[in-house]
């Protein structure tokens, strides 16, 4: 059975850093492509947004333009864990953070693309965690 688990949301205030981590089990972590995706309820009809994706590999990476140049995503699969660095936090980056795992091996982006890992509709991804929040004030 394949566990995901968010950790290290929080509050902080404009302008400040979080890191977010993602832990996974029941799979091989390092075979997998992964993504950061982030949906805040409390705005209407504000859809889920793909963030930041990366391939299996690490060779490609997306992030949405809503947060290039303050987030940067990483990868650690000898420790089983996936990065989101967050810098220079806005108030409307507040939201529930969710990590989001492929579950087709060793895709490496989906039709070569990270940018489709993070946007694409049709790719759906199986495994996600409980998401950590992450408030921004101002």
């Known amino acids: 059975q394949v566990q995901v688990v968010e950790s290290g949301g929080g509050l902080v205030q404009e302008g400040g850093s979080l890191r977010l981590s993602c832990t996974a089990s029941g799979l091989i972590f390092g075979d997998f492509d992964m993504g950061w995706f982030r949906q805040d309820p409390g705005k209407e009809g504000k859809e889920r947004e793909g963030?930041?994706?990366?391939?299996?590999?690490?060779?490609?990476?997306y992030y949405s333009d809503s947060v290039k140049g303050r987030f940067t995503i990483s990868r650690d699969n000898a420790k089983n864990t996936l990065y989101l660095q967050m810098n220079n936090l806005r108030p409307e980056d507040t939201a529930m953070y969710y990590c989001?795992?492929?579950?087709?091996?060793?895709?490496?982006?989906?039709?070569?693309?990270?940018?489709?890992?993070?946007?694409?509709?049709?790719?759906?991804?199986?495994?996600w965690g409980q998401g950590t929040q992450v408030t921004v004030s101002s």
């Open positions: 963030i930041s994706c990366i391939t299996w590999t690490g060779r490609l990476t």
């Open positions: 989001a795992i492929d579950s087709t091996r060793r895709r490496d982006g989906y039709y070569g693309s990270a940018r489709a890992m993070c946007v694409d509709p049709d790719l759906k991804y199986d495994y």
